[in-house]
Nanobody, 123 residues
Framework: QVQLVESGGGLVQPGGSLRLSCAASGTIFTIYTMGWYRQAPGKQRELVVTDTRGGSTKYADSVKGRFTISRDNTKNMVYLQMNSLKPEDTAVYYC?????????????????WGQGTLVTVSS
């Protein structure tokens, strides 16, 4: 079983920066795709960014040019650098991983979520 633990959230003023971290632990087979989602008060959870090793990175239009995802695959870590933060970025940010478990004749995909970390952008 894989666990994800986020850190780095907090209160920041508009225009400021924060860096979120997410560590995956447990019995890990293969994680190709990791990413970040967020949920603002009263709204549905939405994609921020996903990254697939050897594949593509997809950002939400609202964060393009301001947020950057990076990974350390040797440590099963993913990071989210958030710059030029706006009040509308206020949300609980969740780390996500697609854990791929091999079986004899198919690969099982298990969606794993962290517990979330709160980011508040306010003056």
């Amino acid at each position: 079983q894989v666990q994800l633990v986020e850190s780095g959230g907090g209160l920041v003023q508009p225009g400021g920066s924060l860096r979120l971290s997410c560590a995956a632990s447990g019995t890990i087979f293969t994680i190709y795709t990791m990413g970040w989602y967020r949920q603002a008060p009263g709204k549905q959870r939405e994609l921020v960014v996903t990254d697939t090793r050897g594949g593509s990175t997809k950002y939400a239009d609202s964060v393009k040019g301001r947020f950057t995802i990076s990974r350390d695959n040797t440590k099963n870590m993913v990071y989210l650098q958030m710059n030029s933060l706006k009040p509308e970025d206020t949300a609980v940010y969740y780390c996500y991983a697609d854990h791929e478990i091999p079986h004899s004749d198919f690969t099982q995909h298990v969606a794993v979520w962290g517990q979330g970390t709160l980011v508040t952008v306010s003056s």
